[in-house]
């Protein structure tokens, strides 16, 4: 079957992408063909740029288009507190809250023996250096709630003890907006055994 | 909330894809960070070139780096057929199925009163003037089967009458592998009335 090679390699393009299979990646190629030209070039010139001009930042390790990012830069910031999340998404998913103020470490991964991902294969020595240098009073440990995150969790917790710092982790528990009758045992469990005394 | 300029950029343009929201932009993106730079600029590239490379067949209106494109220039194609379908999506369908050797035409929508999408806004004049030119035999309508493309499929058959051409449609039935008893009783009473002896 003969397909024009520019539309081929669009679609082999989208592809590439995760969650995108032939048929999706199809229907992209040809919506690309009826965009204007300028906003294929924008999309073109904002997938070379995203991958040119960024890098991750030297004290968090957050995705960055400059050196110390603009959250470890921010002088309205609380140095004293920092928040340990496994992935820049997750950052960014903590910066959408608006409640957080303080810093953040990200390790790009989580401890996953399974994965063959150990703590050397994280950002955790950079953490180790910047407890020890920076007045940080409080590590925030906000890794995912499954099997991995909770190991990595628990890993900091042991190896930041000596430092006395006070460290915590984000509670588990029911969703906003979730179901009692759906939820998970365990999930369940967990809202159960953090329950608070309404005042 | 800040986010490096560069990758709220790409999020944006992830976004103007269709059936691509906030989320799968944000998702797409940070996988783009991670992709080898090469494999990048591969996709700004097809973008770029499906946008400038690609035109409008000026035989059968479908989309194609040469003109005329390659289906109508191929001497082993049975010039005496020529398929009308809607979409160059749905001719690349009738492709995949190696089973269709003849021409095709290509109608870049249907007639739809509701979008006020009329015969004019369709490629349906140039097919007229194929038909007077060459020496068409049969037209198969293969537009899609809903109102829309039964509207558009019975326009052309009464047009296209004073030609003497044969003009057939595509059957409908059952889908292969469908259940009888999920299928709507439309799709089932087309399947009853196109039934066929077996032999």
Known sequence: MY???PISKLIDGFMRLP????????????????????????????????KRDLSTCSVCANITDQDPCHICVDKRRDRSII?????PRDLMAMERTREY??????????ISPMEGVGPDDLKIPDLLRRLGDETVKELILATNPNIEGEATAMYLSKLVKPFGIQVTRIAHGMPVGGDI???????LTKALEGRRELS
Chains 1, 2 share one sequence.
């Open 19 to 50: 969650g995108i299979g032939p048929k999706t990646a199809q229907r992209l190629a040809f919506f690309v063909l009826g965009m204007e030209e300028d906003d294929v070039l924008d999309l073109a010139k904002a997938l070379v740029r995203a």
């Open 3 to 5: 397909v024009p090679e």
């Open 83 to 87: 928040c340990v999340v496994q992935d």
């Open 101 to 110: 103020n303080g810093l953040y470490h990200v390790l790009h991964g989580a």
């Open 181 to 187: 009758e759906f939820i998970d045992e365990v999930t």
